[in-house]
C-alpha cells in the first residue's frame, strides 16, 4: 500500500502506477529490506531493453546468413531484447516484434528520429540531419580537439552541441538519469494528455449529440407554426350587374 501511495505521488497515471507497482512488488524479496527509491525510480524511467541496446556492437555479419547480400546486423528487437540481427533474422523470427533499425555515420551507430520517438521520449537529445533523415547518436562520440567556444554543450560529455539540447546521444541521456533523475525517456505524459483530449472530444461530442436531440423531440413536441400563405391572386368581388335602363 505504501509503495502504491509512493507511485501515486509522481503524478503518474492511474493504469501504469498500478502497472509499476505490481511489477517492483514481484522483484523485491523482502519489502522492507529490498525496497530501493533510486532503482525504483531508475527503473520508471528507463524501458528494460534501452541499455541491452547501447551495448549491443552491430554490423557484424550474421553468422546464419553470412553469404546473403544484407547480412549486416543491423536490427535489434525490442521485445526479445536480444543481440542484433540481419535483414533475413527479422523476416524469420521477429516478423510480429517491435523492430529498429540502427545505421552508420562516420563509424558511429545512429538511429532515426521517426523510428525511436515512438518508443523513447528523446526531445531533448540533439538531432542531426543526415542523407536527409533527421538521426540521434546512440552514444557519446569523442570530443573533436581544438573546437571554438560554443554556447551549447552536453550535459555530460561537454561535446558541443547545435542547438539548446541537454544531451549529445541516448547514452548521455541515460548516464543523466541515472545521476540526477531529471529526465526520462518515457511517454506517458504525451500519452496522458493525448487520452485526455481525446475523452474531452468525444466528451463533447456526445454532449453536442444529446443536444441535438433534445432540440429534435423539441420540435416534434412543440412543432413551429408556418406564416400564413399570402396567395397573390386578387378576390373576386361578385357577379356584375347592369344598371338599370332609362325610359
Known sequence: MLLLLWVRSLHLPLSLSLSLSARFLLQIS???EGFNPNSIM???L????LERLLNTAFFNLCQKH????RSECNMFCLDCKSDGFCFYCKSSKHQD???IQIRRSSYHDVVRVSEIQKVLEINDVQ???INSARVLF???RPQPK?????SHVCEICSRSLLDTFRFCSLGCKLMGIKSNGDASFTLYEKNNVAIQRGEGISRRVKEEEEEELREGSQQEIYPISSPPILSSARRRKGIPHRAPFRS
Open 30 to 32: 523482502s519489502p522492507l
Open 42 to 44: 531508475e527503473t520508471m
Open 46 to 49: 528507463v524501458p528494460p531493453w
Open 66 to 69: 553470412g553469404d546473403a547480400a
Open 97 to 99: 516484434h517491435q523492430v
Open 127 to 129: 538531432t542531426y540531419v
Open 138 to 140: 546512440l552514444n557519446e
Open 146 to 150: 581544438g573546437g571554438k567556444t560554443v
